[in-house]
């Protein structure tokens, strides 16, 4: 079984050897967010997908989702109050 991972976001670097001796040179790296987007599993020349699953953005979605419908359904209350 081989195992790749795979992410968005990402970094490089570079440097250059400087010196007489093995080890002497400088170097430089950035690199910005990286977030894991899943990994492909190889197993017997099969290739599978499996995506990574945030948590945390399902569970915040789904509390704004509720927060609008809370607050159109005050909002119909209310005019159906005002009506009366």
């Known amino acids: 079984m081989t195992v790749i991972p795979a ?6 670097g570079g ?6 001796q093995p080890g002497e040179g400088s170097g430089g790296a950035f ?3 990286v977030t894991p987007t899943g990994v492909f599993v190889i197993t017997k020349g099969i290739i599978r ?3 990574a699953i945030d948590y945390n953005r399902i569970v915040l979605g789904s509390q704004l ?9 005050c909002a119909i209350v209310r005019r159906r ?4």
């Not at 440097?15 to 007489?20: E, F, L, N, Q, V």
């Open 49 to 51: 997908w499996h995506p």
């Open 65 to 73: 989702v509720a927060v609008a419908a809370l607050v159109t359904v």
């Open 31 to 33: 690199g910005v967010g």
């Open 7 to 12: 992410a968005r976001g990402g970094g490089g």
């Open 15 to 20: 440097g250059r050897w400087d010196g007489d």
């Open 81 to 84: 109050a005002q009506r009366s």
